[in-house]
């Protein structure tokens, strides 16, 4: 079991849907992130939250648009997404402002864009 | 460039049969170097964090050491269940760099 919960585990969406995939952490942690991993590749960085801010978007398409309530709990809003958007979504936490501290990793969220 | 080379790709061994990962990296300001593994449709699960070459760390069959230019994660007598794909990362001030992974697959 994992210390970042993430829901829900599997996502099937039309082009035309809305939806939001959740992450929670009760580590303490301040520093939350959202990748996205292709099969057989490594994760690929979308967005940073540091103390409930955003302070990094890897230049991530508006239709995902995050969101960080508190410090526990992270979102990823989507609309009107791509047939490439379908991957693993990865939520991750980690200590804020040492970049020295490990990031840990939810089981992520399996996105299906029909 | 800062660039996380790992290999090889995919390695195919017997159990018992030990081997080595190798992560070679070149960046400016290591901060960190993780290592990860992950099993297929789950996430990264935290293995271990190298701060300075000649560091060591060890859990179970693995063993992971860092150099000035690459960190080896050596697996001894391996079993099945450690059959997953191992990442390493690279953590800088500003981002952290992750290699392509090994495939690492133990056969009974």
């Known amino acids: 079991d994992t210390e970042v919960t993430q829901t829900p585990k599997h996502l099937v969406m039309g082009m035309t849907n809305k939806k939001s995939l959740k992450c929670e952490q009760h580590m303490g942690h301040r520093a939350m992130y959202w990748y996205k991993q292709k099969a057989k590749k490594p994760p690929e960085l979308m967005f940073v939250y540091s103390y409930e801010k955003l302070s990094i978007n890897e230049s991530v398409p508006s239709r995902f648009s995050p969101e960080c309530p508190n410090s526990s709990l992270l979102n990823l809003h989507l609309h009107a997404l791509q047939p490439e958007d379908s991957a693993l979504y990865l939520c991750?936490?980690?200590?804020?402002?040492?970049?020295?501290?490990?990031?840990?990793f939810g089981d992520g969220t399996r996105l299906s864009i029909l | 460039e800062d660039q996380v080379t790992q290999s090889p790709e995919a390695l195919r061994l017997q159990e018992g049969e030990s081997s080595s990962l190798n992560c070679s990296y070149t960046v400016s300001g290591l901060r960190g170097l993780f290592w990860y593994r992950q099993d297929p449709g789950k996430g990264p699960e935290f293995l271990f964090t190298l701060y300075s070459a000649g560091e060591e760390k060890e859990k179970e069959r693995l063993k992971a050491t860092l150099t000035k230019k690459e960190s080896f994660l050596h697996i001894t007598a391996p079993k099945p269940e450690d059959s997953a794909t191992y990442l390493c990362?690279?953590?800088?001030?500003?981002?952290?760099?992750f290699g392509k992974g090994t495939r690492l697959h133990i056969l009974p």
């Open positions: 991750a936490s980690s200590q804020a402002g040492t970049a020295n501290q490990p990031q840990h």
């Open positions: 990362a690279a953590s800088l001030d500003d981002k952290i760099i």
